[in-house]
């Protein structure tokens, strides 16, 4: 642990810094475009990014050694968004176990991401990715997984929007983009969900309702992949081809082929 300076202790005994709960203080001055903010130091040492700066500038003889650590000289951040930067520090500033818990506003916490990211805010990113599973909805959550690349976080909602009853409104549809629309159409088209509930409840009750003929795996023409496999391939992108037939084995679960 880092050794305190120039405080008067009892008997010489040496005081440390708590490598946890010792807070800076110290305020940043920050300017993004024509606007000026002040950031606890404190909290910017939560990012790699930072940190690897504060610990340059500490070793540096010009006047670098100074920026940020008044309203004549700050940090200026260049191609970073005004508002994205307002987005963060609404999120930094709302601690994670206090009631003063960020609103799910789509554009906000994608705002904060984005810079979480690219400032290795990691702790902070981990809460971030937690906030938006549990808050957004299937539409925000695909378009969410895009932009950052979660193709893991893909499956699940894109699952959801081909069973669902209603289909894409027009914002939805922009929102979620080409690739994945004409996914999820495509689906829905040839799986309507009403026939997947019948599906499903004859299933339950033992009772067969013929649906659809079925055509094999096998078939020389298509190579098919259940939705149940869609996990592995959920990343689609506008060069996909995406065709669709039915499974002997998943019955009216959908197939995707690429």
Same mark, same amino acid.
């Given at each position: 642990?880092?050794?305190?300076?120039?405080?008067? $202790?009892?008997? @010489?005994?040496?005081?440390?810094?708590?490598?946890?709960?010792?807070? @800076? @203080?110290?305020?940043?001055?920050?300017?993004?475009? &024509?606007?000026?903010?002040?950031?606890?130091?404190?909290?910017?040492?939560?990012?790699?990014?930072?940190?690897?700066?504060?610990?340059? *500038?500490?070793? &540096?003889?010009?006047?670098? #050694?100074?920026?940020?650590?008044?309203?004549?000289?700050?940090?200026?951040? *260049?191609?970073?968004?005004?508002?994205?930067?307002?987005?963060?520090?609404? !999120?930094?500033?709302?601690?994670?176990? =206090?009631?003063?818990?960020?609103?799910?506003?789509?554009?906000?916490?994608?705002?904060?991401?984005?810079?979480?990211?690219?400032?290795?805010?990691?702790?902070?990113?981990?809460?971030?990715?937690?906030?938006?599973?549990? %808050?957004?909805?299937?539409?925000?959550?695909?378009?969410?997984?895009?932009?950052?690349?979660?193709?893991?976080?893909?499956?699940?909602?894109?699952?959801?929007?081909? *069973? #669902?009853?209603?289909?894409?409104?027009?914002?939805?549809?922009?929102?979620?983009?080409?690739? %994945?629309?004409?996914?999820?159409?495509?689906?829905?088209?040839?799986?309507?969900?009403?026939?997947? $509930?019948? *599906?499903?409840?004859? =299933? &339950?009750?033992?009772?067969?309702?013929?649906? #659809?003929?079925?055509? %094999?795996?096998? =078939?020389?023409?298509?190579?098919?992949?259940?939705?149940?496999?869609?996990?592995?391939?959920?990343?689609?992108?506008?060069?996909?081809?995406?065709?669709?037939?039915?499974?002997?084995?998943?019955?009216?679960?959908?197939?995707?082929? !690429?």
């Amino acid at each position: 642990m880092e050794k305190v300076d120039n405080i008067n $202790t009892v008997n @010489d005994t040496c005081v440390y810094k708590h490598p946890c709960f010792y807070f @800076d @203080d110290t305020l940043i001055f920050i300017k993004i475009e &024509s606007t000026l903010f002040t950031v606890h130091k404190s909290r910017l040492l939560e990012s790699k990014e930072f940190s690897r700066c504060f610990k340059s *500038q500490e070793s &540096s003889q010009t006047q670098e #050694r100074n920026e940020g650590l008044s309203a004549e000289f700050p940090i200026t951040l *260049q191609d970073i968004e005004l508002s994205d930067f307002e987005a963060f520090l609404k !999120v930094l500033y709302a601690p994670e176990f =206090s009631n003063n818990q960020p609103s799910p506003d789509v554009a906000l916490i994608i705002s904060a991401y984005r810079l979480a990211l690219l400032w290795q805010f990691s702790k902070l990113q981990k809460f971030l990715l937690s906030f938006t599973w549990r %808050s957004f909805g299937d539409v925000d959550r695909v378009a969410f997984a895009k932009e950052f690349g979660l193709k893991e976080w893909l499956f699940a909602p894109l699952v959801n929007l081909c *069973q #669902r009853d209603e289909p894409l409104a027009l914002g939805e549809a922009r929102k979620i983009g080409v690739d %994945s629309l004409s996914l999820i159409s495509r689906l829905r088209e040839a799986f309507p969900p009403q026939m997947v $509930t019948l *599906q499903r409840a004859s =299933s &339950s009750s033992s009772i067969h309702i013929p649906l #659809r003929s079925k055509r %094999s795996h096998n =078939s020389t023409t298509s190579r098919a992949k259940c939705v149940s496999c869609l996990q592995k391939d959920a990343w689609v992108s506008e060069e996909t081809e995406l065709r669709v037939s039915s499974c002997p084995n998943a019955g009216w679960n959908g197939h995707i082929h !690429v």
